[in-house]
């Protein structure tokens, strides 16, 4: 991977908030984008590594701003699956469009509930996505 920072959205949060603490315990520069910087900083700690900047991935320019130099993009951010629909897929985009422009790879957790109900063995990343629930439509 190239030099550069890693983007942290959903820092406050239990993905976003565990792949900071990680980076930073390996002596790793992040950037953190947050609706709220005093807790990130609250919940990072006062790591001289820690970059924060205050916005929100709903704003496309201002997240692009915060990607510029970053070599990949933690997409931690979540929302209640009420708000799946827009918010997501605009965050979701949103966060496309910055790591295409800063030329950063996405890190973005997946879950099981695009899978559906599954019989055989171990699923692996050719598992094909079958929802069989509202959130599973919903998460593919």
């Not at 949060?13 to 990680?22: D, N, P, R, S, T």
């Not at 001289?48 to 916005?55: H, N």
């Not at 996405?106 to 996505?129: C, H, K, M, S």
Request: proline share 6%.
């Amino acid at each position: 991977m190239r030099p550069g920072p890693v983007l942290i959205l959903g820092a406050t949060g239990a993905f976003g908030g565990a792949v900071a603490l990680a980076l930073i315990g390996c002596g790793e520069a992040i950037r953190v984008f947050s609706r709220d910087g005093a807790k990130a900083r609250l919940r990072l700690g006062d790591a001289r590594a820690v970059d924060i900047v205050e916005g929100d991935v709903q704003d496309r320019d201002a997240l692009m701003r915060a990607a510029d130099g970053c070599r990949a993009i933690a997409h931690g951010i979540n929302y209640p699956y009420h708000r799946w629909v827009p918010y997501m897929a605009r965050a979701t985009a949103n966060v496309i469009a910055a790591a295409r422009r800063a030329g950063a790879t996405i890190l973005f957790p997946g879950n099981v509930f695009g899978l559906g109900r599954q019989t055989a063995g171990p699923l692996d990343e050719t598992a094909p996505n079958r929802p069989s629930s509202r959130k599973g439509s919903v998460r593919v």
